[in-house]
């Protein structure tokens, strides 16, 4: 499977505009690192560096349409847009067992 998250624009710090996104962006980097760890990838492009894959996977579109970023696609559907994907939801758009990184990330009402 292969999952890409597309982001909003980011600034040469590689931020984004938003704080509180920027901080949902942080968090996330560092749960898809742990999944690296279990040789899982998780593509992310963001608008300003990478928009020749926004054009490619149609996501400009999906945008010029009323679609908000992030915009999370698996397999070239798009699960879910306007927000950052929780723990538990990217692990089960890939069909991983929840406790692949023996944590809990088994609690849906966890903030990430």
């Known amino acids: 499977m292969k999952m ?3 982001e909003d624009v ?3 710090n590689n931020r984004l505009k938003d704080s509180q996104r920027n901080n949902e962006a942080i968090t996330m980097s560092f749960f898809l690192q742990n999944l690296e ?3 899982i ?3 992310r492009y963001k608008l300003n560096k990478n928009r020749e ?5 149609g996501i400009l579109e999906k945008i010029k349409e009323g679609m908000k970023l992030p915009i999370t696609q ?10 950052y994907p929780k723990s538990y939801e990217i692990l089960d758009f890939l069909k991983l067992d929840r406790n692949i990184l023996n944590r809990a990330y088994v609690n ?3 903030k990430f």
């Open 4 to 6: 890409i998250i597309f």
């Open 10 to 12: 980011v600034d040469e």
């Open 37 to 39: 760890t279990k040789k």
């Open 41 to 43: 990838h998780v593509d």
């Open 53 to 57: 894959e926004f054009e490619e996977n």
């Open 74 to 83: 698996v397999d070239g559907e798009i699960l879910l847009s306007g927000r």
């Open 108 to 110: 849906e009402k966890r």
